[in-house]
């Protein structure tokens, strides 16, 4: 069983930052590769960006390319999203999670991750 609980949630201005973080309990956390996904009102949970369990590659939606960072220190069992020049279209909850395996074909597929976060609130006004 792993828990994950995100933090760093908010209200910014649009062109605003804000960094989340994701604290997982496993002792196994750095085997994992670890996700960052976002849900919007009404629509379906997308995924924003992944990163392998060394930190070696990271992965990223088109929509955040460029503006996001992901991040981990696995000596803290922690996970971070950097998040940069916010705009409205990047309102939603915002979850992490732990992949299962290690097949990088299935980084950006929701199915492919097992444990997930309670989400965190964004909220980017105009």
């Known amino acids: 069983q792993v828990q994950l609980v995100e933090s760093g949630g908010g209200l910014v201005q649009a062109g605003g930052s804000l960094r989340l973080s994701c604290l997982a309990s496993?002792?196994?956390?750095?085997?994992?590769?670890m996700g960052w996904f976002r849900q919007a009102p009404g629509k379906e949970r997308e995924f924003v960006a992944a990163?392998?369990?060394?930190?070696?590659?990271?992965y990223y939606a088109d929509s955040v390319k460029g503006r996001f960072t992901i991040s981990r220190d696995n000596a803290k069992n922690t996970v971070s999203l950097q998040m940069n020049s916010l705009n409205p279209e990047d309102t939603a909850v915002y979850y992490c999670?732990?992949?299962?395996?290690?097949?990088?074909?299935?980084?950006?597929?929701?199915?492919?991750?097992?444990?997930w976060g309670q989400g965190t609130q964004v909220i980017v006004s105009s």
């Open positions: 990163i392998t369990w060394s930190g070696g590659d990271t």
């Open positions: 496993a002792r196994t956390f750095s085997t994992y590769a």
């Open positions: 999670a732990t992949k299962y395996g290690s097949n990088r074909t299935t980084i950006r597929e929701r199915y492919a991750y097992g444990y």
